[in-house]
């Protein structure tokens, strides 16, 4: 059966493109909205969205913006946007056949029905895709929990932009963070962030709300996360570096690497000074602080 509140049926949308284009095509579905997504080929990357009355709209709009991925130097390909329905049932045994549970640092990621023996230090996060987008899956997910893992403090408060399926505020509260407030723009998102923090045993501890930058009115943050996008990274930038306790630190995801040097011009301009990049495969995360503010002791 499907988690409580969600469709009886659901949307498979592939995209077919070029293997170099593949990457890009799943951070598409994952910013749209996705829920669970996977790549049943080399040049193919698949995804689902409830069938309701935004999903026409959804794929319009990502037919658009695969077409588009040349102008950012990709080869698109086909560019090949295809849709059918799926009963909530068999979507729900697709995901168990790829999902598997992944180590990221000290941080586990697995499903439910994985047993994880847990090291010294780890800590195992329980996602369900057939719950919501943002299973571990891919490479900008990697990179913020790796940034997370070298900069949360013991005690730190963290803030967690376009939240998902809230994977990063649900890591950071099993890391040790003392206050964690996660935030999306998707109200459909929202509950699923909430089904996955109580299914971890951190619904007390993690507060999921609609909204974005400028509906977060909490400042001192010793850590921000936004996996999203380069846009939405620069336009938080000014009113995060204003919101970050003293040697706290901004993390940017859900970048394109041949967009790094534009993003760190452009943190630049609001006033950080970027620390590292990390990079996988085509994605980069950046890490920032206010210019003239030193790094916090973990």
């Known amino acids: 059966m499907p988690p409580h509140g969600q469709p009886d049926e659901w949307i498979r949308v592939s995209i077919q493109v070029t293997p170099a284009a593949v990457e890009a095509a799943g951070e598409l579905l994952r910013a749209a909205g996705c829920s669970g997504w996977e790549n049943p080929a080399p040049d193919t990357v698949a995804g689902y969205f409830p069938a309701d009355g935004r999903a026409e709209e959804r794929i319009a709009a990502l037919q658009e913006q695969v077409r588009a991925l040349d102008q950012y130097g990709l080869d698109p390909g086909p560019a090949l946007v295809t849709a059918q329905a799926v009963p909530a049932r068999a979507w729900e045994e697709v995901w168990k056949e790829y999902f598997r549970p992944a180590r990221i640092g000290r941080v586990i990621v697995a499903p439910t029905s994985e ?18 987008f943002g299973s571990g899956a891919h490479a900008t997910t990697r990179l913020c929990l790796l940034a997370l893992q070298q900069e949360l403090r013991a005690g730190g408060r963290v803030l967690d932009l376009g939240t998902g399926s809230g994977i990063l505020a649900i890591a950071a509260s099993l890391l040790g963070a003392s206050r964690v407030l996660a935030v ?6 929202v509950p699923i962030a909430q089904e996955n923090a109580e299914l971890n045993g951190k619904a007390a501890e993690i507060t999921i709300c609609e909204g974005d930058i400028t509906t977060v009115e909490e400042s001192g943050w010793d850590l921000v996360l936004a996996n999203i996008a380069p846009g939405p990274v620069l336009q938080a930038a000014p009113r995060v570096a204003g919101m970050l306790a003293e040697g706290g630190a901004y993390v940017g995801a859900g970048i394109p690497a041949e967009r790094a040097s534009e993003v760190e011009a452009g943190l630049t301009s609001a006033g950080f000074r970027v620390e590292r990049v990390l990079r996988e495969a085509e994605w980069v995360a950046i890490v920032a602080r206010p210019a003239g503010a030193a790094a916090a002791s973990t």
């Open 115 to 132: 047993k994880v023996t847990l090291g010294e230090g780890e800590v195992v996060v329980r996602i369900d895709p057939g719950m919501a």
């Open 184 to 189: 999306d723009n998707d109200p459909e998102v």
